[in-house]
């Protein structure tokens, strides 16, 4: 089913591109515009040049009018007089340097009445729809374009969301799997509240939560979870034993020293804290004790860190003769910027409360140092951010993400979407009914 669906998917984009391209060569090619009643297809590519072609290659590149420029959302109809336009009857071409060359459009040949003409037609109000003639011209042939790369572009960045790396990168997620496997011990265990608020414990003490084989993919398995989890609005990540996380157990790094199954842990970590980055639920990271080298990492894929009185962020990549591969330096830079982010990263400082918090690593530093206070300190905190309807809560994080990963055409657009899934809805009306006071 999954194929199936690709495929008219590929079917769609191929089709647009097709119309995109003929408005663009038909738009801005003065001597392709025609008059006629009918617009022609050939069957045969000619031998000789397209009417036009090389005014085309002189020409300036297109400008939108003043009016037009910096739109968001385009007022111009994909349709004709009629309709929609119909699938064209040609074959689907793309762009000089993306596909096959395009002969432009021909002077039409003779109709045949009642039995059609030997070459492959559009109706007029089709083909001025598509070409953009008349009085939208240029500027829905640009419309088209901004259209179509855009669709393009969050196509793509949904299929990053489900995995950054694939086996185009030289990705052997099969492979690493197998190995980490061999790696046993501790446990990543999920807990989930009644008013939506998830816990996910790192339970490995006696190495003071490090991540062995078997941990990293339960994380991915608890990962995979809380996308499914419907009613989820915010998430807190803390370790066993009052500490935090020590990165990776030496034994499975030994293990895996060589540069391809090095490389197949960084790209299978990277895609696992990329979707716990990306979840619609807000994240906390409760700091106790230590959060060294990977543990240091797996905090900034939350979205707040809350520390405990003692405890410590350090990035000790530099000491190991490394540098972060579970995504920590991108994440760390989007945070502190990249001035302080350089600063921990080649200085290896230890980062106690205060000055996480004075750096914006941290939101707060909370009073309690005993596991249990901590954990009931930190939901009270969380709870400040998640009190309202799922939906809602949900619906922020989306847009939020949006605007930190998108362009910002790009985030608008998602913004506009996501807000089409709340307004009107349930929270929406009772909000209405009762007419909050905004003090």
């Known amino acids: 089913m999954q194929a199936t669906g690709a495929g008219h998917e590929n079917n769609n984009d191929l089709l647009a591109w097709y119309l995109a391209t003929l408005a663009l060569r038909s738009a801005f090619c003065g001597k392709t515009a025609s008059t006629s009643t009918e617009f022609s297809v050939p069957a045969v590519t000619r031998k000789r040049p397209w009417p036009g072609a090389k005014d085309a290659a002189s020409s300036p590149a297109p400008r939108l009018p003043p009016a037009r420029r910096g739109s968001i959302f385009s007022s111009i109809p994909f349709a004709s007089s009629r309709g929609a336009a119909p699938p064209p009857a040609a ?43 008349g009085a939208a011209g240029p500027e829905m042939a640009i419309s088209l374009w901004k259209n179509l790369l855009q669709t393009t572009k969050e196509r793509l960045l949904q299929q990053r969301r489900m995995s950054l790396y694939n086996g185009a990168h030289g990705y052997e997620e099969e492979l690493i799997k ?5 790696f046993a011990g501790g446990s990543i265990n999920l807990s989930k509240d009644d008013n939506g608020i998830g816990i996910l414990t790192l339970n490995n003490p006696k190495l003071m939560n490090a991540f062995t084989g078997t941990m990293m993919l339960e994380l991915q398995e608890r990962v995979t979870e809380l996308e499914n989890w419907k009613d989820g609005k915010g998430l807190i990540i803390y370790g066993a034993g009052n500490t935090f996380c020590s990165g990776s157990d030496l034994n499975a790094v030994k293990a895996i020293s060589n540069s391809q199954d090095g490389m197949n842990m960084c790209m299978f970590m990277q895609n696992t804290l990329t979707r716990l980055m990306r979840l619609p639920l807000i994240s906390v990271a409760l700091v106790q004790g230590k959060a060294v080298g990977g543990g240091a990492e797996l905090t900034t894929a939350c979205d707040f860190r809350l520390m405990t009185p003692g405890s410590e962020i350090r990035f000790v990549h530099k000491h190991m003769g490394l540098v972060p591969g579970w995504g920590g330096a991108a994440r760390l830079v989007g945070i502190v910027g990249s001035g302080a982010a350089l600063r921990l990263l080649s200085g290896a400082a230890r980062l106690d409360p205060e000055s996480a918090l004075r750096l914006g690593l941290s939101q707060e530093t909370l009073s309690s140092s005993d596991e249990t206070g901590a954990l009931e300190e930190a939901r ?29 055409e790009a985030a608008l657009r998602r913004e506009k979407d996501v807000f089409g899934t709340v307004w009107g809805r349930p929270a929406n ?8 006071k905004h003090k």
């Not at 949900?394 to 930190?404: F, Y």
């Not at 009306?429 to 909050?436: E, G, S």
């Open 91 to 133: 074959p689907l071409i793309g762009l000089t340097g993306l596909g096959p060359a395009f002969p432009g459009p021909r002077r039409p040949g003779p109709v045949r009445r009642g039995g059609g003409s030997r070459r492959g037609r559009f109706p007029r109000s089709t083909a001025r729809a598509a070409t953009g003639r």
């Open 178 to 182: 197998k190995k980490l496997q061999q």
């Open 380 to 408: 009270a905190w969380l709870s400040g951010y998640t009190e309202g309807p799922a939906s809602v809560i949900r619906a922020v994080k989306e847009v939020v993400t949006a605007g930190r990963e998108l362009p910002v």
């Open 429 to 436: 009306l009772q909000a209405l009914v009762r007419r909050p």
